[in-house]
């Protein structure tokens, strides 16, 4: 017989006919009750052993973290909590775990402790409710695109071209440190290389789905970004997945109601199918919060908040409009920020994002038309010659959750861009070739997916919601 | 006026209403009929310029590769092959594409060629075509995966951990090869690096997805892995996708069911939505085989081999069965093989899988039980102590797809096996926490995406089916 998945089993109706079910002790009671956990769901399944005909050796083997295999018939449950349980007839034990040595006994872990047990804090209901919901999260990406007939594409992961700029790049090599081949000048001989050239971890795929979708039309890619800064804080991985769509023929409010759109999707989506597992995390972020001041708990509990932002909409500010509202600010006439407001041009500090989004418009935000200056290469210039067609979207607790623009489609004005910042034209001829051949407005924006599962789970460090991350010293697993 | 996809004018009925269409000049045909294609689709739509009426500065500017906006009327066409066409009433040239230049010019490019342009040959019918395919194939795997109740996890691209034994690695660093820190021995100091140890890319997501599947029960990885191998053939890439589902309680025949269950269905979901690419596909390799013997052109037309495959189980042979057939084989007597075969134990060549499939069963074939010193340290071992239960899936013309197996469960063994082979048990202590925490039967395999494209697209180079491809001595954009 095969065994039923403990999803499907607390979902029948109780009846005579055997049931097999496998999957591991979360608790056992009274020698008689395991709380009997597969992965399916966050809910156990009630599994009533025998005990007066089980042999002692056994009811013993029976831990916390045993891997099980129980046969029965699935019956009314008598006690709160479940419609169903299994009166077992007959157990056996598929891998046994000393309680002496499992680390994920069943009472409270700090999240220190269980990141530093990676391979198996999974094992615990928090994790298993965060990683299934990651799991839907980036199901709903795909989705959505796809029925929008937006189409999938690799960028590469290992560039030759450092010309994107959004970061600090980690070098991908195959040349040794001792004995590196050198050229006659002394220099690092990188023809020698795996690929014959210096090769590094892409930053964005943006710049070669920019190529993709001047073809394609509307294209969209997931998958890891790299970032090697030293940035040792809860918003921060060296290793995380972004997503990041580009369409043609879209200009910048296109873009804004995109990705409006698109994020309003996703969560719908995993509230609708995770709805267990946020009930559960929702419940975790209150026992959370419960050591905090009340002025630092969250005002909303979890899945209002969801509502909240799907049932909203974001409010559309320009760069100039939030600098005003900044300027006239309590904390900067109070001196309260750490880097006060006087001038237009500043670049915004995560505290002044934080104070549009949850103090005063206490809603998601999108800035757009910031100054020239700060913001990439690539971006449209406005007419107003200083301010560029970007838009970043900010959301409360989390910050900037996606950073986006209308492309700069006029290939005299990208060139010149590129060589007022000494960004080799020869490196990234392929990028100007989209502006030399059938060039279109285009626009497009990248969403960092570890910054939407921290939102959607309630989640505060980054470090929980990827399975193994990676950080400045950690690099385990 | 918003525009409208040219897919979806296409599928509409012509009508009195005005329509808008944006896309990218195909062929320009008389100063009169423009074939019009954005990328929603393999069909352009004619678009019927009224010459008479259109300033002979802006028909010049009509050439192969410009971005143009058409308004007009979707009437009934004329011409053959198409329902609808767009009477143009006006046009704009959003983008010029000067025809001197563009290196797309609709006539036969040779596939060399077209590498070396890869951010432009996206623009071409084979290829549209090919990445329309290979994105509905992604969007089939995780839909395949996501309806059975497997979960999707992340495994780490960055790795600490060089045991997974499976091919060369590359190395990730931070570190400059001018100045390196090095310890008082004079050994590089990669605790100064940024990790603080030595980090690769991965070779393979099976063992963290290993420590997902014994909490979350069912699975599946689908990202990029990477080798650092010299290889230069049309089946090997240094950067690729691979798809690794890992499931607990599955042994070797739930193992093979799943494969081939997965494999039918990402293809028959693909024939579904991509019918219009796939029978130009199928017209590409018939004009290309046109060129070859008989002997050497494929026996099956592209649908029909795709079909072949959905309908026919696959032939599942243990290795000393397919040893025997070899042995005996025609091209092993005649010493045809390059590797002849004579002993049980030596490991399957290339030339030796494609007789099976290609010759012998003349169907996909699974070879199971292989020996126990040609495979991983993590298969399980068979009682009868020389075999363990991997498998692979072998498809005509591609060769190796799938390689699996039911991983070793039992704790002694594993690591009995891991010291006879070297491998640190310090370095692989989470992996081995698996086996000492409530272990179970679980078995799982790999996939190579591309492989799969290439089988599914009739291509025949592996550096087509990917955007970017990367391999030795090619990193380019």
Same mark, same amino acid.
């Given at each position: 017989m095969k065994h039923t998945k403990v999803k499907d089993l607390l979902n029948s109706a109780p009846g005579l006919h055997e049931v097999k079910a496998k999957g591991w002790v979360r608790t056992f009671r009274n020698n008689q009750f395991i709380a009997l956990n597969d992965g399916s769901t966050i809910n156990n399944i009630q599994c009533v052993v025998d005990f007066a005909n089980t042999p002692e050796e056994t009811l013993k083997r029976i831990t916390t973290g045993a891997a099980v295999c129980v046969v029965g018939t699935l019956a009314e449950s008598q006690g709160a909590g479940q419609k169903v349980e299994i009166q077992v007839s007959k157990i056996e034990i598929l891998g046994d775990s000393d309680p002496e040595k499992f680390p994920m006994q069943p009472k409270k872990h700090s999240l220190e402790f269980l990141r530093e047990n990676a391979h198996l804090r999974i094992r615990t209901n928090a994790f298993g409710a965060i990683m299934r919901v990651r799991s839907t999260l980036a199901f709903a990406v795909h989705q959505y695109f796809q029925e929008k007939g937006f189409f999938y594409v690799n960028t590469? +992961? +290992?560039? /030759? &071209?450092?010309? *994107? /700029?959004a970061g600090e790049m980690f070098k991908v090599t195959a040349l040794p440190f001792d004995g590196t081949p050198r050229t006659e000048e002394g220099k690092v001989n990188y023809k020698e290389d795996f690929f014959g050239k210096e090769t590094n971890l892409t930053v964005s795929g943006q710049l070669e789905g920019e190529t993709y979708a001047m073809a394609l039309g509307q294209i969209y890619t997931f998958g890891p970004t790299f970032r090697a800064e030293n940035s040792n804080t809860s918003r921060h991985l060296a290793e995380f997945w972004m997503i990041e769509p580009e369409v043609a023929f879209n200009n910048l409010a296109d873009n804004m109601d995109l990705a409006e759109d698109f994020i309003k999707y996703v969560i719908k989506y995993t509230v609708d199918k995770c709805g267990d597992d946020l009930k559960f995390l929702e419940q975790r972020l209150i026992e959370e919060e419960k050591s905090k001041p009340q002025a630092d708990r &969250? *005002?909303?509990a979890l899945l209002e908040k969801l509502s909240f932002v799907m049932d909203n909409n974001f409010k559309r500010v320009s760069y100039t409009e939030a600098i005003d509202i900044l300027k006239n600010s309590k904390p900067n006439k109070n001196k309260k920020f750490q880097y006060p407001v006087d001038d237009w041009g500043v670049d915004l500090q995560s505290e002044h994002e934080r104070f549009l989004v949850e103090k005063h418009f206490k809603c998601p935000v999108i800035l757009f038309d910031y100054p020239a200056n700060i913001k990439a290469f690539y971006m449209r210039l406005n007419e107003d010659g200083k301010t560029v067609r970007a838009m970043d979207i900010l959301f409360p /607790? +989390? /910050? *900037?959750i996606v950073g986006g623009s209308q492309r700069e489609e006029r290939y005299d004005v990208l060139l010149e861009k590129m060589k007022a910042l000494g960004i080799d034209e020869k490196e990234l001829y392929w990028y100007l070739d989209t502006r030399r051949f059938g060039s279109a407005v285009h626009s497009g924006f990248g969403l960092g997916f570890e910054r939407l599962v921290l939102f959607v789970t309630g989640m505060t460090n980054i470090r929980d919601v990827i399975p193994f991350p990676r950080t400045p010293q950690n690099a385990e697993f």
């Open positions: 590469p +992961i +290992i560039t /030759g &071209s450092d010309a *994107e /700029g &969250s *005002e909303m /607790g +989390i /910050g *900037e």
